[in-house]
C-alpha cells in the first residue's frame, strides 16, 4: 500500500514539474513579438481581475473552410515595430517559419471586426491581474497598449507582459 502512495506522489510531481518546466522553455527560448488586441471584460467576482483579450491575428478570414476545433497554424511576420501580423494560416504545421498554434473557436466578443464568428483560440486569452487593475488594464488596451507574448519554435505561446 505505502509503495503504491509512493508512486502515485511521484507521477503526480512528475507531471506537475513537467508542465512547469514546458511554460518556463517556451518563456526562455521563444521570440518575443507584440500582438494588438481587443479586449473585452475586466472583471469576475469569483475570480477577481482579469482581462479577456482578442487579438487582431486571431480573425479567420470570411472565405477559411477551418472547421471549429481545428488546429491551425498562423504564419506571422513582423516589421521594425516588432508587431505581428498575420502572414498566412494553415492546417501544416510550418517549418522554417515563426508561426503560433491555435485551435479555431467561436468568438469572444461583438466587435465586427471578428464578422465570421470564427477565431483562433491560442491559450493566451485571458491574463489575470492584480485587484483593482482590471479596469486601467482594460482601458490602457483600449488606447493602443500591446501584449508581449513569447512564441516558441513549435508555436506554443506565453503572455510576457504589457507594452505602450
Known sequence: MRKSALIIVCLWLFLICGFVL???ITLRTGK???LKTVPVDPRDLLRGDYVILNYEIAQLPHESSFGY???VYVILDTGSDNIAHVKSI???KPSGEM???GKVDGCNTTI???KNGKCINFGIESYFVKEGTGKKLEKDLRNGTLVR???DKNGRSKIRGFEK
Open 32 to 34: 518575443e513579438v507584440l
Open 69 to 71: 476545433n481545428e488546429t
Open 99 to 101: 508561426y503560433i498554434k
Open 149 to 151: 507574448v513569447v512564441i
Open 90 to 92: 494553415t492546417d501544416i
Open 22 to 24: 514546458t511554460q518556463e
Open 112 to 114: 465586427p471586426l471578428f
